[in-house]
Nanobody
Framework: QVQLVESGGGLVQAGGSLRLSCAASGRTYSTRTMAWFRQAPGKEREFVAA????????YYADSVTGRFTISRDNVKNTAYLQMNSLKPEDTAVYYC??????????????????WGQGAQVTVSS
């Protein structure tokens, strides 16, 4: 079992920045990939970014490339999402996810077996 707890969400003006954190506990040694997804009202949950267990590879949705940066600290068992140049369309609940089954992909919700409770990010125009 892996438990994930997000923090760092909030309200920010367009063009501003926020950093989300995802603290993992439990069987963290079994985690292959950590990822962030988001879900806006009335929309499906969508992929934002993912990072492999050693941080060597990172993957981003086109909509956030160049603005968001994913990272992880395996000593602290924490993943981060630095969000810069935020836009109103980034408003959503952001979810942290972990893959402990060593799936082959990164972009699909089905690749991840543990999820956090979500953190609200609201960007005002």
């Amino acid at each position: 079992q892996v438990q994930l707890v997000e923090s760092g969400g909030g309200l920010v003006q367009a063009g501003g920045s926020l950093r989300l954190s995802c603290a993992a506990s439990g069987r963290t040694y079994s985690t292959r990939t950590m990822a962030w997804f988001r879900q806006a009202p009335g929309k499906e949950r969508e992929f934002v970014a993912a990072i492999t267990w050693n941080g060597a590879s990172k993957y981003y949705a086109d909509s956030v490339t160049g603005r968001f940066t994913i990272s992880r600290d395996n000593v602290k068992n924490t993943a981060y999402l630095q969000m810069n140049s935020l836009k109103p369309e980034d408003t959503a609940v952001y979810y942290c996810a972990a893959d402990t089954r060593w799936s082959s992909g990164y972009y699909s919700r089905e690749e991840y077996d543990y999820w956090g409770q979500g953190a609200q990010v609201t960007v005002s125009s």
